[in-house]
Every structure is written in C-alpha cells, then in structure tokens.
Nanobody, 125 residues
C-alpha cells in the first residue's frame, strides 16, 4: 500500500497561483504514473492532470489546459501541480492518486487505488 500526503492548498485571489505537492511512500514511486484529481462541493471528483513514470509525458483535463502544469521529482518521491491563472471555479479539494498498476495511466477514479487526504484550494473572485 502507498501513502500520499498533499500540501500547498490555501486561499488565493482569482488570477493568482498555487503549487501543490504530493509526497508518496510505501510503494516504488518511480515505477508509477501519477494523477491529480479535484472535487468541488456537491460535484463528482474529476481528473485534473496526469504524468508518466518518467515525467516525459503529461496530459490534462480540458478545464485546466494551458493553466496548470504537473511535474515530478522521483528522487524526492514527490509530484507537483503548478496552478496559474486560477479561477473561482477551480475551488475544490485536490487529491493526488496512484494507479492500480504500473501499466495504467490515471484518467478516472476507477484507474486509481490509493489517494491522499486532499488539500483545499479556494479561489476568491
């Protein structure tokens, strides 16, 4: 089993930036792709961004393309989510997640079997 701990959330004005971090332990982090998801109040959890095990390929949900950047540092067992040009609709709890196998690229909740506790992001207008 893997443990994931997110940090970096907070309150920011629209147009501002935040960087989220997720530190992993308990599974060979560098073997797995990683994903970020978010869940706004009253809404389903949705995919935000994913990154391959090497960091060589990234992919994003349509609502964050061009504004968010996912990256990773395998030496630190950490994946990051840089969020720029934040909008009030980005307000949500943000979760990092590990897929069920090293062959899986996380794009949906069903792809993942380990989740962090989440970090809250609030964007004021």
């Amino acid at each position: 089993q893997v443990q994931l701990v997110e940090s970096g959330g907070g309150l920011v004005q629209a147009g501002g930036s935040l960087r989220l971090s997720c530190v992993a332990s308990g599974r060979t982090f560098s073997f797995y792709a990683m994903g970020w998801f978010r869940q706004a109040p009253g809404k389903e959890r949705e995919f935000v961004a994913g990154i391959t095990w090497s960091g060589g390929s990234t992919y994003y949900g349509d609502s964050v393309k061009g504004r968010f950047t996912i990256s990773r540092d395998n030496a630190k067992n950490t994946v990051y989510l840089q969020m720029n040009s934040l909008k009030p609709e980005d307000t949500a709890d943000y979760y990092c997640a590990v897929p069920r196998s090293i062959a899986t690229m996380p794009r949906s909740i069903a792809d993942c079997d380990s989740w962090g506790q989440g970090t809250k992001v609030t964007v004021s207008s």
